[in-house]
């Protein structure tokens, strides 16, 4: 998705940069094929002391997922801030002690490579913390019948009906008469 955007750890000024992006819109092939991002804009603080790097930002965006049980398409709004402290590679054994629980306001803590910092990942990787484990269209989506495929939200489940008059009563009654003896 997002084009190729480094800055160079040495290029940042002591005052700071202040950086605005507005063509972050594009394809999110790692939710899936059909995922894209629209109206993506974000915006960075990037602070440097010494070697290391402290970045605010914020980003936002319309993204267009696929419902887990619909399949229908629809909009699911980001609006992040975040914060990342970047070292250089091996800085491993700064002022962070592994036992010291992170608090408040998270920090995201990475290592750049190169001398410069990848931008568009930091990005990438907000926007596809801000995706749902399970992706519903709404809490209570009802989701496809397995039998007649019909989206339940919008109509009523055509299984009965077909059932009733093909080849499938047979089964459809047995169905039937099994779970009501399993009832009693
Ligand atoms: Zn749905
Ligand atoms: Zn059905």
Redesign the pocket.
């Known amino acids: 998705m997002i084009s190729e955007l480094h800055i160079k750890v040495s290029d940042i000024p002591e005052e700071g940069l202040f950086l605005n992006f507005e063509e972050l819109s594009g394809h999110i092939p790692e939710i899936d094929d059909y995922s894209t991002i629209s109206s993506a804009r974000g915006r960075l603080e990037v602070r440097r002391s010494g070697s290391e790097v402290r970045i605010s930002g914020h980003v936002l965006g319309i993204l267009h997922l696929s419902?887990d049980?619909?399949l229908?398409r629809f909009p699911f709004q980001v609006n992040t801030p975040f914060f990342y402290l970047l070292k250089p590679p091996g800085d491993f054994h700064s002022d962070l002690d592994p036992d010291h629980e992170v608090s408040g306001d998270e920090i995201e803590v990475y290592w750049y490579e190169d001398g410069e910092i990848r931008v568009e990942d930091l990005f990438r990787e907000q926007i596809l913390l801000q995706v749902p484990m399970r992706i519903?269209?709404?809490k209570d989506?009802m989701?496809l019948c397995p039998g007649c495929g019909a989206d339940l939200?919008e109509e009523r489940c055509q299984c009965k009906e077909i059932t009733g008059h093909g080849p499938f009563s047979v089964l459809a009654n047995l169905k039937e008469s099994l779970s009501s003896s399993q009832g009693k």
């Open positions: 419902c049980r619909c229908n519903l269209c709404k989506c989701g939200n």
